[in-house]
Nanobody
Framework: QVQLVESGGGLVQPGGSLRLSCAAS????????MGWYRQAPGKQRELVAA????????NYADSVKGRFTISRDNAKNTVYLQMNSLKPEDTAVYYC?????????WGKGTLVTVSS
């Protein structure tokens, strides 16, 4: 069992940046895909970005392309989400996820609020 703990959320002004981190209690090297999801109030959880084991393949929601970057450091068992040019519509709870080969792990989330 792998536990995922997110950090780095907070209040930021529009146009600002934040970097989220997802620290795993065990090796993430065995987890094929690591991703970030978000859920805004009254909305369904949606995929923001995902990255494969070796980092060779990434996938982004259209709404964040060109602004967000996902990366992973298998040696540190950590996944990152660099968020730039933040918009009020990016406000949500951001969740870390790891899935594949029958595994599906979720963190408890970190709140990102974009507001002036």
């Amino acid at each position: 069992q792998v536990q995922l703990v997110e950090s780095g959320g907070g209040l930021v002004q529009p146009g600002g940046s934040l970097r989220l981190s997802c620290a795993a209690s065990g090796s993430i090297f065995i987890i094929p895909v690591m991703g970030w999801y978000r859920q805004a109030p009254g909305k369904q959880r949606e995929l923001v970005a995902a990255i494969t084991t070796g980092g060779g393949s990434t996938n982004y929601a259209d709404s964040v392309k060109g602004r967000f970057t996902i990366s992973r450091d298998n040696a540190k068992n950590t996944v990152y989400l660099q968020m730039n040019s933040l918009k009020p519509e990016d406000t949500a709870v951001y969740y870390c996820n790891g899935e594949g080969y029958g595994m599906n792990y979720w963190g408890k989330g970190t709140l990102v609020t974009v507001s002036s």
